[in-house]
């Protein structure tokens, strides 16, 4: 069989069968979720990624549905997912903040500008703060600067500690990066 008669397989059956995966989409991400769509896109897009005669094989085979399906569950579940990283974890980081107290939120807009008098390290680190986003301002903010523990961030926020402690990790990463970049680019004092 041609690669093009394959294709044509494919597509009808995606076609034939759309308005079902659209409904296992919506009992998979629960009816209010609104990044339902968002999750059969990707999903049907890592499934035609995979290559014209794999999935021709899943079509033959008899059970494309069930594939597809599945692969949404892991999508929507796995926290190292495309999707999750993509879509979940930038709205968890939204989601977050907001829940907040009020008397808190000017600390999100608050520019960290840094201070003439300060030495330039302390300079230098208000300006990496400064450039990492909001999510990852606050973490620094709060465990190292107001030198909360992980447990209170958590508790505060309503977060899992595990959630929390891949995202201090990127943000330190994230940190460091910054710092060095800034670092490297400052001209040393003479007198």
Not at 109 to 125: G, R, V
Request: proline letters at 3%; one cysteine or more; aromatic letters at 10%.
């Amino acid at each position: 069989m041609t690669q093009e008669s394959k294709k044509k397989v494919v597509d009808k059956w995606l076609t034939d069968n759309y308005e079902q995966l659209e409904l296992n989409s919506i009992k998979t991400a629960t009816y209010d979720n609104p990044l339902r769509d968002d999750l059969l896109a990707l999903t049907l897009q890592q499934f035609l990624e995979m290559g014209i005669d794999r999935c021709y094989e899943i079509v033959i085979e008899g059970k494309p549905e069930n594939y597809i399906t599945r692969s949404m569950r892991l999508n929507l579940k796995s926290n190292t997912s495309i999707f999750y990283q993509k879509y979940r974890k930038p709205a968890l980081a939204i989601r977050e903040l907001k829940q907040g107290s009020e008397k808190h939120i000017g600390l999100y807009e608050m520019d960290l500008a840094f201070d003439a008098e300060i030495p330039i390290k302390d300079q230098i680190t208000r300006q990496a703060l400064n450039k990492l986003d909001v999510y990852h301002r606050e973490i620094f903010t709060k465990l190292y600067l107001q030198e909360w523990t992980q447990e209170e961030f958590c508790e505060y926020y309503d977060i899992p500690v595990k959630e929390l402690r891949n995202n201090v990790a990127s943000a330190r990463k994230r940190f460091k990066k910054l710092y060095k970049d800034i670092e490297a680019n400052v001209k040393p004092f003479r007198l």
